[in-house]
């Protein structure tokens, strides 16, 4: 019943911009923190952003901080990650994750944190 699909990643040039949406189903996405992860071949999976549902707060990595925005729109059940000014750095399969608690403040970067994962979403920044 729970689900959480990915879905705009892509294959860009460095500088360019993505929009990556989440997408829930089974369950009212708007009633939980959400939090972005990725993971890069041969690297273990990092958390990039969350946003909470109790006050809308925010969180980022420090390397993505000025280039990534998230966002959510709960009548629609999703939660969006913006990002711009992409590097090849970024190159990753990109996760969505449902947050154990309401919150994001504090350490929100760890996995163990979260319960549903979607499937991914590939995103590629190369010349």
């Known amino acids: 019943q729970v689900q959480l699909v990915e879905s705009g990643g892509g294959l860009v040039q460095p500088g360019g911009s993505l929009r990556l949406s989440c997408t829930a189903s089974?369950?009212?996405?708007?009633?939980?923190?959400i939090g972005w992860f990725r993971q890069a071949p041969g690297k273990e999976r990092e958390g990039v952003s969350c946003i909470s549902t109790n006050d809308g707060s925010t969180n980022y990595k420090d390397s993505v901080k000025g280039r990534f925005t998230i966002s959510r729109d709960n009548a629609k059940n999703t939660v969006f990650l913006q990002m711009n000014s992409l590097k090849p750095e970024d190159t990753a399969v990109y996760y969505c994750?449902?947050?154990?608690?309401?919150?994001?403040?504090?350490?929100?970067?760890?996995?163990?944190?979260?319960?549903?994962w979607g499937q991914g979403t590939q995103v590629t920044v190369s010349s």
């Open positions: 089974g369950f009212s996405l708007g009633y939980f923190a």
């Open positions: 994750a449902v947050r154990k608690s309401l919150y994001c403040s504090g350490s929100f970067a760890s996995s163990s944190d979260y319960e549903y």
